[in-house]
């Protein structure tokens, strides 16, 4: 016996959702990072751009503000510029780098800000003597020395600032690639895997089917044997009793008649023996309707229908078809049959009193139908023997076979193919 390919299915599921799994959990990590580099790398070196550049605008107010102390055709004491010096140094220390910041060009910058913080203090102490003259000359000197060094290195550390955010850009487009040539490959391998389950599961299902296929033809062969043999069986059994029973009772009552008008009292065995000859003449018509192949199934079926009528006390009204169609002895039988089965179920289970039987003959087909005003069918899941036994008769003259409820009672309906000759399509 095959093993089940569940556990082998379960298996690639699996696989296949644990690789999902993990590239998400890969996915959200690669993201992660772009998003620390984003905010972290290239948002500071963003801000701290914009904080240099504006720190250098203020050191460059207050470099035009000295020059413009010092070159003044009528200069102001120094001293009256110290309140303003002290708003522009407000600001520069405002834009200068935090306390904590750790880059040693920062530190150094910071450091020369505050030198030249002491040497302007220098200039204010000096002009507080009185002495402009020194104090001014101190202002120039501290402008000159200090002045080329702040610039230079606030254009470093610019530098280094653009550099950061342009390290910061290419980490994100190397692992942006990455990323992508990651998500190549997975959807690959992904596309790859279910290809390959699902070609081998194609074809599992492939050679599934052609077994079911198989088993499904010798199934319908072991039936049409089946039901060959039943029927063959039937035929042997009713010529049996037809030729041998029926002749030998037929015998008897004839010599009874003869007896019986020199002895009266053999009347009731003479009436036994007429009993007995239609009792063997209905059972070897009921196993084997010769009349099918004498009269055709149309008169067979009407003189099948009075006599269950007869037996059942059930009305069943036969309509007959308009125009009468000579049809092949294999459908004819087993369109009898069905009508036996049929009116067999009716009369065991639909509690209808009332059958309505109609055989038509549209276009290349036979249909036969049979109509009562019972309890219907029910759950037609749930079938018996004789509803089966319809279908597969029908099925071996590739007819189909309907069985409707209808409101009240239920409806057999089967249409057969059939050619000009009468046999069956195929």
Request: net charge positive.
């Amino acid at each position: 016996m095959k093993r089940s390919p569940t556990l082998r299915l379960a298996l690639g599921l699996s696989v296949t959702l644990i690789s999902v799994v993990g590239y998400a959990g890969y996915s959200i990590s690669q993201l992660r990072s772009l998003r620390d580099i984003q905010s972290v790398n290239m948002d500071r070196s963003r801000s701290e751009t914009r904080r240099l550049l504006l720190l250098q605008d203020r050191f460059a107010m207050l470099s035009m503000a000295i020059r413009s102390l010092l070159e003044a055709p009528s200069p102001p004491p120094v001293l009256g510029w110290e309140p303003e010096y002290r708003y522009l140094k407000a600001e520069v220390e405002s834009r200068s780098s935090p306390p904590d910041r750790s880059s040693i060009r920062g530190t150094a910058l910071d450091g020369q800000y505050k030198s030249l913080w002491v040497d302007f203090e220098k200039s204010f102490e000096i002009a507080r003597t009185g002495d402009e003259g020194a104090a001014r000359d101190q202002l120039r000197r501290t402008l000159q020395l200090r002045e080329a060094s702040i610039r230079s290195e606030t254009t470093r550390l610019l530098l280094d600032s653009n550099q950061g955010e342009g390290n910061a850009e290419s980490s994100t487009l190397r692992i942006y690639g990455q990323f992508l040539r990651n998500s190549g490959i997975f959807a690959v391998g992904i596309v790859a895997a279910i290809g390959v389950t699902s070609i081998w599961l194609i074809q599992f299902n492939r050679r599934l089917f052609e077994q079911v296929a198989a088993l499904s033809k010798r199934r319908s062969e072991l039936v049409r044997q089946l039901i060959s043999m039943q029927e063959n069986t039937y035929r042997s059994i009713s010529r049996e009793l037809h030729d041998e029973f029926g002749q030998i009772l037929t015998a008897i009552g004839m010599m009874l008649n003869r007896a019986d008008r020199k002895a009266g009292d053999l009347h009731e065995v003479r009436e036994l023996v007429q009993a007995t000859l239609e009792k063997v003449r209905s059972l070897s018509y009921a196993l084997h309707p010769v009349i099918l192949t004498e009269v055709g199934l149309e008169s067979a079926l009407d003189l099948y229908i009075t006599s269950f009528g007869r037996r059942t006390g059930i009305e069943v009204r036969y309509q007959r078809p308009a125009e009468t169609r000579e049809l092949d002895a294999t459908i004819a039988t087993h369109l009898y049959r069905v009508v036996q089965e049929a009116l067999n179920n009716v009369a065991k289970h639909s509690r209808s009193r009332l059958v309505a039987v109609t055989l038509s003959f549209p276009g290349n087909s036979v249909v036969l139908e049979i109509r009562d005003e019972g309890i219907g069918f029910g759950n037609v899941e749930k079938v018996g023997l004789g509803l089966v036994s319809m279908r597969e008769r029908v099925e071996l003259v590739d007819g189909s076979v309907e069985f409707i409820s209808a409101d009240p009672g239920a409806v057999v309906r089967v249409t057969v193919p059939i050619l000009a000759g009468g046999s069956v399509n195929g």
